[in-house]
Nanobody
């Protein structure tokens, strides 16, 4: 069973950048699709980006061109590089893993979740 721990969140000004990391445990990490979701106060959790074990990616329209998802299977870590951040990107960001290794965008696609990391973008 894969376990996930996010890090890298923090406070940044609008237009700035952050890189989130998702450290996984478990030898089967390389077989899982990985994704990032986020949840703003008072709102539902929403899909941000996903990457398969082979490196195929898919993004939400709201972050396309600004965020980049990647993974390093040797380090069993997934990343989310966030550039040109906006106040509306403020949320708790969650890492998730899917053993079926597809480009899923629904919460139900994912078997394992991290605890989340807070990202706050000031205007």
């Amino acid at each position: 069973q894969v376990q996930l721990v996010e890090s890298g969140g923090g406070l940044v000004q609008a237009g700035g950048s952050l890189r989130l990391s998702c450290a996984a445990s478990g030898r089967t990490f390389s077989n899982y699709a990985m994704a990032w979701f986020r949840q703003a106060p008072g709102k539902a959790r929403e899909f941000v980006a996903t990457i398969t074990s082979g490196g195929r990616t898919y993004y939400a329209d709201s972050v396309k061109g600004r965020f980049t998802i990647s993974r390093d299977n040797a380090k069993i870590t997934a990343y989310l590089q966030m550039n040109s951040l906006k106040p509306e990107d403020t949320a708790v960001y969650y890492c998730a893993a899917d053993r079926s290794n597809v480009l899923g965008t629904r919460i139900a696609n994912y078997d394992v979740w991290g605890q989340g990391t807070q990202v706050t973008v000031s205007s």
